[in-house]
């Protein structure tokens, strides 16, 4: 079983900027598409980003695009977050998700598709 951590959460002000990671020991994730969904207090997780196994296909939800983006080191075995432009309506907890049930080229901000999920990562931005 894929086992995920995810790092880097933390407490920022409105308009800052924060790099979530994602990684995984014993297993390499080079033939995993990775999403990054959030999940706020009372609201159901959704997908904010996703990146394909071959780095060549992301999806974006409109409530990030020009603000956050996603990218992959394989030397590092790790999936990056970065996260600009913050504010309050961002607050959450972070899960990266990892699945093989897609073709190289795709990803999906779709959860039912990921089968394995790291323990999230706390963001709050607030003043």
């Known amino acids: 079983q894929l086992q995920l951590v995810e790092s880097g959460g933390g407490v920022v002000q409105p308009g800052g900027s924060l790099r979530l990671s994602c990684s995984a020991s014993?297993?390499?994730?080079?033939?995993?598409?990775i999403g990054w969904f959030r999940q706020a207090p009372g609201k159901e997780r959704e997908g904010v980003l996703c990146?394909?196994?071959?780095?060549?296909?992301?999806k974006y939800a409109d409530s990030v695009k020009g603000r956050f983006t996603i990218s992959r080191d394989n030397a590092k075995n790790t999936v990056y977050l970065q996260m600009n432009s913050l504010n309050p309506e961002d607050t959450a907890v972070y899960y990266c998700g990892a699945t093989r049930r897609l073709l190289f080229w795709q990803c999906s901000l779709e959860r039912v598709l990921f089968n394995s999920w790291g323990q999230g990562t706390q963001v709050t931005v607030s003043s």
């Open positions: 990146i394909s196994s071959s780095g060549g296909g992301t």
């Open positions: 014993g297993v390499t994730l080079d033939s995993y598409a």
